[in-house]
């Protein structure tokens, strides 16, 4: 296994040295990110077990069926506080009951457990809003109007990448030379706001979502929902506050929704539950997608996950990467996270475990703040 103090610059060097083979499949870089990322961009944005935290005044009222749901299966929480555990076992029974009819309860139906699990992502998505404190600017999510050091320092590397990737583009015969692609089991759109702050604001629209949306922000004209020129993608694995049902299919709406409204259609996320559940249509579209993507990647960066639990099948998801030891042989895994790099390689190796042979996957650990580290390999990328 690789170590490196210099982890931003080997990043530069390593993607410098990939492009320049000509060959587009040697270039492609994924960002794989979990929620300390989103931390790194807003400390306001929840961690570990505070989006999944809610208190009496969450959750209970007078119109909740989550409440007489709660009743009907005998659940009783202290305080009437729900806390991550209790809510991996709330959903674990949902799940459990919507596969398994001949045990449920007398008064539970399919269209009861619906309400119930919308209700629980409405409530997700409530607390996420009142955690972060964010309002938003206008009609959208997205936008900002000041931002800090730490801010600046992720957007500029970002800018950096993609500039550097459109050079190579324009100066290579292979089409596509330097891919920049997502993937993160975040629920949020920081993604999107970070390319929105860079001033071109449909970036985030070239960006392949692993479906076409049925419409984007209301608006259903074809060229508004597909941009032809696709330069990467971004697969939200647990789905995303602005991805919407719509019939048989999804929109992407990243506009502020009346209280009502979010809760009669919340949006698709996957919840988190003793037992994963990924058979909706939405995950099953997904997964493939991201499986080929890590495939066809040179070049993982890590971001702020600390691979729960109950993310076992994440884990089987990212070892497509680097499978066995002839995959990583010619691959490298950047991880960042404010963790000590042991426990960095002791989490890379459970999930790759030929990552400490001689001709494994290259793991480049990175103890620190992201922005530090985008603010080293910006200047990278840039020297």
């Not at 870089?29 to 809610?54: K, M, Q």
């Not at 457990?113 to 955690?131: D, M, T």
């Not at 972060?132 to 000041?146: E, V």
């Not at 001689?358 to 580290?373: H, N, R, T, Y």
Request: charged share 25%; proline share 5%.
């Amino acid at each position: 296994m690789t170590d490196s103090t210099n982890a931003p610059s080997h990043f530069a060097r390593t993607l410098k040295s990939a492009a320049e083979k000509q060959a587009p499949e040697h270039a492609n870089v994924t960002f794989v990110l979990g929620a300390g990322f989103s931390n790194a961009w807003d400390s306001r944005y929840p961690i570990g077990n505070d989006l999944f935290d809610f208190s009496r005044d969450d959750w209970m009222d007078d119109a909740s069926p989550l409440d007489t749901f709660l009743h009907a299966i005998h659940f009783r929480t202290c305080d009437d506080h729900i806390d991550r555990a209790a809510f991996l076992d709330i959903v674990y029974q949902v799940g459990m009951l919507k596969k398994y009819p001949l045990i449920r309860p007398r008064y539970v139906d399919d269209f009861y457990l619906q309400l119930v699990e919308r209700e629980l992502r409405y409530l997700v998505l409530n607390r996420f809003i009142r955690a972060t404190g964010l309002s938003p600017h206008g009609d959208t999510w997205l936008a900002q109007s000041a931002f800090t050091s730490e801010q600046v320092a992720i957007g500029d590397f970002f800018s950096a990448l993609r500039g550097y990737a459109a050079s190579m583009h324009s100066s290579s015969s292979a089409r596509g030379n330097v891919g920049v692609s997502f993937i993160t089991t975040n629920y949020d759109f920081v993604i999107e706001a970070i390319f929105s702050a860079s001033g071109a604001r449909d970036d985030a629209r070239s960006l392949y979502r692993g479906f076409t949306p049925l419409a984007w922000c209301g608006d259903t004209d074809w060229h508004a929902i597909v941009t032809p020129d696709v330069s990467g993608q971004l697969l939200k694995i647990n789905g995303g506050f602005e991805i919407f049902p719509r019939r048989d299919d999804f929109e992407v709406d990243y506009r502020p929704r009346a209280a009502a409204a979010a809760r009669a259609n919340p949006p698709e996320i996957m919840l988190p539950s003793r037992a994963q559940d990924y058979d909706r249509p939405y995950f099953q579209a997904l997964f493939p997608k991201a499986v080929r993507l890590l495939r066809e990647t040179r070049i993982v960066v890590l971001v702020g996950y600390s691979f729960p639990e109950e993310d076992a099948l994440i884990r089987l998801l990212l070892r497509q990467f680097a499978e066995a030891p002839n995959d990583g042989r010619l691959r490298a895994l950047y991880y960042i996270d404010l963790e000590d790099t042991r426990t960095q390689r002791a989490r890379a190796t459970a999930v790759f475990p030929h990552a400490s042979e001689k001709e494994g996957l290259a793991v480049i650990p990175w103890q620190g703040s992201f922005s530090e580290w985008c603010r080293l390999a910006a200047a990278g990328l840039r020297g």
